[in-house]
């Protein structure tokens, strides 16, 4: 306790994240021999495709070891303006408004940081993906929480946005398609939440793209920054390689913003971590250069994903006291199971013992009577664990 007292504010008051806390503790099982049936992963399953891993080698053979610019090589964020403009639809974009950081989730964490002062309140949909509050109170901001549960298809209203904003509120965030829900927000919902924020003077929108291309039953990704200039002056974009690719160790994220805010960014990395790995980002260079084999790259995990949702969803739906929506983004489902009369925590807990099924409770993301569950895994793996947990929510009755 004497060694607790010195820590700071910061390293007292931040909470471990739970999808990781979960994935450790699958792990430790299945090493000590048990054989786990693992759906807390974050992460796709596929190797990171072979031409990305052989720029990467040649970039090392050929020297890239040393120091990169703090906000990226070049060659990389130019490639990443001209895909915004291109594929996004976002008008304008120049290199200069693009940080490549080590991590998708570093790429938050900055935008929060560049844009929240003490007391400042951040607008944050719940369910959420875990870091989020975290996040705002490390940069000494104060989260605001607002929930929208299975009813609303796990999306917000312009109506509820509305109410919640306040003379302190400084940032909205938007994350779709949605960790953890899978929830994808159509372009009417969208341009219903950006309406909202910009009828509010000085408030932004930190728009999280991680799984733009992760979608299913015919959706579309829309980029807020797209809709017009003036929405693109309050929009920041944060996106990465690590869910599209599967380069999740590599620690690839992306940021576009308005130059003041991506020049502050910028400045906040070099004082933090320097830059990306440099080598890394040359695989990420190849990623965008070779567009055709990107793309077959992220159609053939698509096709296994969305197999593997629909045998998931059909597994889940057909166990008595569980209900599930059906996700049309990322590779996530988030099934109720608030009727078996256990909080999340409880329910998860005892599920891993008894059953060697590691799921991650609700609680960590804003949604007490929830549990995730990645299909990011086998089909092997997904059929052994709905068997287990049919067998486990019978037990409960």
Request: hydrophobic fraction near 45%.
């Amino acid at each position: 306790m004497r060694h607790a007292s010195i820590l700071s504010t910061w390293a007292r008051n931040v909470a471990p994240s739970p999808t990781l806390a979960v994935d450790a503790k699958a792990k430790a099982l299945a090493a000590a021999g048990k054989d786990v049936c693992g759906f807390g992963a974050g992460e796709p399953d596929f190797d990171t495709p072979e031409f990305i891993k052989e720029a990467c080698i040649k970039a090392l053979r050929d020297g890239k070891t040393k120091y990169a610019p703090a906000a990226g090589v070049p060659q990389l964020r130019e490639l990443l303006a001209a895909k915004y403009q291109q594929e996004n639809g976002i008008n304008g974009v120049q290199s200069a408004q693009v940080v490549v950081s080590p991590g998708g989730k570093f790429s938050c964490y900055l935008a929060i940081l560049s844009m929240i002062s003490p007391g400042d309140e951040v607008i944050i949909p719940a369910p959420y993906w875990v870091s989020y509050p975290e996040m705002v109170k490390l940069a000494g901001g104060v989260a605001k929480v607002i929930f929208a549960g299975q009813e609303l298809d796990f999306k917000i209203t312009p109506d509820q946005l509305r109410a919640a904003i306040t003379e302190k509120t400084r940032l909205v965030i938007l994350n779709s398609p949605s960790n953890p829900t899978g929830a994808v927000y159509t372009r009417q919902e969208i341009e219903a939440l950006v309406a909202v924020v910009m009828a509010s003077e000085n408030v932004y929108l930190m728009s999280d793209e991680i799984y733009e291309y992760l979608l299913y039953d015919g959706m579309t990704h829309y980029s807020p920054a797209s809709f017009s200039s003036e929405v693109a002056e309050r929009v920041i974009t944060v996106s990465g390689f690590a869910k599209t690719f599967s380069m999740t160790g590599w620690r690839l994220g992306t940021l576009v913003a308005p130059p003041v805010i991506a020049k502050a960014v910028a400045a906040l990395q070099s004082q933090t971590t320097s830059n990306a790995t440099t080598f890394a980002q040359y695989g990420a260079i190849a990623a965008l250069e070779q567009p055709q084999a990107a793309r077959a790259a992220v159609a053939e995990m698509l096709q296994v994903f969305n197999r593997r949702r629909q045998l998931l969803l059909k597994g889940l739906r057909s166990i008595s006291g569980i209900e599930c929506a059906r996700a049309q983004g990322a590779f996530y489902l988030f099934p109720k199971i608030e009727s078996f009369g256990l909080d999340a925590n409880a329910f998860a807990d005892r599920l891993l013992d008894a059953e060697q099924v590691a799921v991650v409770p609700g609680g960590g993301f804003g949604a007490e009577g929830y549990v995730r569950l990645s299909y990011a895994t086998s089909d092997s793996v997904i059929e052994r664990g709905l068997q287990r947990l049919e067998r486990f929510c019978k037990s409960l009755g």
